[in-house]
């Protein structure tokens, strides 16, 4: 069993080593659920205990979870590729191709919001590439239900928001 549990680590290691960018806990997730390799709780463990042993560097925000690999997590998985199965490695790089665009996407836009000390919230907005800002915008709102929900429609309207600006501003 601690082979197994292993092995999810493992491929958890070889997936991060794969991208140029941090990966969510649901990213990472459909993957390894949909292939059916372990449970939604054996698979939060395996995160769990990668981000202990500083693996793995977890990136929290409200509403999700970046993972990103750390120098000791990339010496690992280069030490140990040989432990996951060939066709394990070719799933993985298949799922890495054919959903790069959208896993990159997906994680380039980001959205958070803390109090502040004027006793308001500050909700930060981004858009990275290559881990550059692209945009960064910090709005200051008086409710957390406010910066909540800039946050959220950040998400679903960050490409229409830029667009705007640059239009004003060009």
């Known amino acids: 069993m601690s082979e197994t549990f292993t092995l999810y680590k493992l491929i958890i290691l070889y997936m991060l080593n794969k991208v140029d960018f941090p990966m969510t806990n ?5 993957f390894i659920l949909d292939k059916g390799y372990t449970t939604y709780f054996k698979l939060q463990q395996a995160l769990s205990e990668l981000a202990d042993a500083e693996l793995l560097r977890e990136e929290t925000t409200h509403n999700r979870t970046l993972y990103h690999l750390t120098e000791d997590g990339a010496q690992s998985i280069q030490y140990f590729t040989n432990k996951i199965s060939r066709s394990i490695q070719d799933d993985i790089d298949n799922f890495l191709r054919e959903k ?3 896993l990159k996407n997906e994680v380039s836009v980001k959205a958070d919001y803390y109090r502040n000390t ?3 919230y500050s909700v930060r907005c981004q858009v990275l590439e290559n881990q550059e800002p692209l945009i960064d915008l910090t709005l200051s709102v008086p409710t957390e239900s406010e ?4 946050s959220n429609n950040w998400q679903k309207k960050n490409q229409e928001v830029y667009a705007w600006l640059m239009s004003q501003l060009l």
């Open 100 to 102: 790069q665009y959208d």
């Open 118 to 120: 004027a006793g308001e």
């Open 26 to 30: 649901s990213q990472i997730s459909e």
């Open 147 to 150: 910066a909540e929900s800039i």
